[in-house]
Structures are given as structure tokens and as C-alpha cells.
T-cell receptor, first 114, second 112 residues
Framework: DTEVTQTPKHLVMGMTNKKSLKCEQH?????MYWYKQKAKKPPELMFV???????INESVPSRFSPECPNSSLLNLHLHALQPEDSALYLC?????????????FGNGTRLTVT | DQQVKQNSPSLSVQEGRISILNCDYT??????FLWYKKYPAEGPTFLIS?????DKNEDGRFTVFLNKSAKHLSLHIVPSQPGDSAVYFC???????????FGTGTRLKVLA
């Protein structure tokens, strides 16, 4: 069982829809991440939150809007997406009070934009 | 510009033999290197890591070697088992940041 839970597992949405991806962890990690992975490509970093504050935005289009309501939850709000945004969206978390901590990933949300 | 590269998209190995997965990087500002395993329909799972000041780290059947002068790391799996069949990603942590950069992955198939 993964300790990072992502919902939904699959999502199909039209280009005019608004939807949200959710991520939850209860490991006490204070850094949370969104990655995007397309087929046969590596995971690409989108956003990082540290202590519930946005610390990295990798020039992601504004149709993706992250939110970190508390230390356990991370959301990704989606609006007016394009078909090329179809991908696997991975949430991850890590500790922050040490030099290094590996990322713990959820199983992802498979998003299809029609 | 791919800073972390895995030049072999796939690898097949007989059960019981050694699997060697390779990774090259271009940025000297990476502090830590990690290996992840990914099964279909699951997220990547952390396997093993190595600090940039070390040259070897071992954990059970998994050993990671780092050659800083060549900007190259490798993951050795001995003995290989059918359950090891998965996609393996190397990743690197940029110094002083939370940026983990992933390689393109190598699909390992262990034949029974």
C-alpha cells in the first residue's frame, strides 16, 4: 500500500471543464510535489510546496493551479486544459528537516483531456 | 536539455544473473542520486540512493556505484529475480533545492 494517496485514479475531462486532483499523505512530510509524466518520458517537476508555501513553479501554464490547504493535503486544480495535457499526474512528498530525503510517490491520476 | 540520461531504453537478463543499469548526468551541482522502480499503474518506488561524496552504496541485492569524474552512475542487481522486471529511473537532486530531475528510464525484463 502506498503512503501517498491520490484521487481519482482516472479522470476524463473536456477542455471547458474544471476539475481537481487530490493528494494526501500522513507521513509528516512537509514538502509536497506535483510531477507530470507522459508516455515513455521521465516524470517532469511542476510544483513544490514546502511548509505549505509554494517554493517552486516550473513555469507551468496557469490552467494548472496548485493548492496546499494543510501539511497533509495537496490539490491540483485544472481548468481549460488542452488535449496535450493528457498525462499521468504524480504527487510525491518528502521530509525537509535533513540534507536529503527521497520522494515518496502516490500511484498517480491518469488524466485524459478530450 | 536532458540533464540526466539513461541511454538504454531496455535490458533483458536471465534470472539469477546480474542486471546493470546505467545513468549519465551533465550537471555538477547534483548532491544526491537515487534509483526508483516503477511497475505499470503504480507510482515510482524508491530503491536506493548515493551521496555525491560517496562512490558506492549497497542495500541487499542492490548496489549503486558513482563515478563523479565520468558523471556516471550504475545500479547493480544481484541476483536478478523475475519480480525485478519494471522500469527503472535514475534521479538527481539539485544542490540546495527540492528539484529532483529524472532520467528517461530503462525497462528491465528478467527472464525465468
Amino acid at each position: 500500500d502506498t503512503e501517498v494517496t491520490q484521487t481519482p485514479k482516472h479522470l476524463v475531462m473536456g477542455m471547458t471543464n474544471k476539475k481537481s486532483l487530490k493528494c494526501e499523505q500522513h507521513m509528516g512530510h512537509r514538502a509536497m510535489y506535483w510531477y507530470k509524466q507522459k508516455a515513455k518520458k521521465p516524470p517532469e517537476l511542476m510544483f513544490v510546496y514546502s511548509y505549505e508555501k509554494l517554493s517552486i513553479n516550473e513555469s507551468v501554464p496557469s490552467r494548472f493551479s496548485p493548492e496546499c490547504p494543510n501539511s497533509s493535503l495537496l490539490n491540483l486544480h485544472l481548468h481549460a486544459l488542452q488535449p496535450e495535457d493528457s498525462a499521468l499526474y504524480l504527487c510525491a512528498s518528502s521530509q525537509v528537516d535533513r540534507d536529503y530525503s527521497p520522494l515518496h510517490f502516490g500511484n498517480g491520476t491518469r488524466l485524459t483531456v478530450t | 536539455d536532458q540533464q540526466v540520461k539513461q541511454n538504454s531504453p531496455s535490458l533483458s537478463v536471465q534470472e539469477g544473473r546480474i542486471s546493470i543499469l546505467n545513468c549519465d548526468y551533465t550537471n555538477s551541482m547534483f548532491d544526491y542520486f537515487l534509483w526508483y522502480k516503477k511497475y505499470p499503474a503504480e507510482g515510482p518506488t524508491f530503491l536506493i540512493s548515493i551521496s555525491s561524496i560517496k562512490d558506492k552504496n549497497e542495500d541487499g541485492r542492490f548496489t549503486v556505484f558513482l563515478n563523479k569524474s565520468a558523471k556516471h552512475l550504475s545500479l547493480h542487481i544481484v541476483p536478478s529475480q523475475p519480480g525485478d522486471s519494471a522500469v527503472y529511473f535514475c534521479a538527481a537532486l539539485l544542490s540546495g533545492t527540492y528539484k529532483y530531475i529524472f532520467g528517461t528510464g530503462t525497462r528491465l525484463k528478467v527472464l525465468a
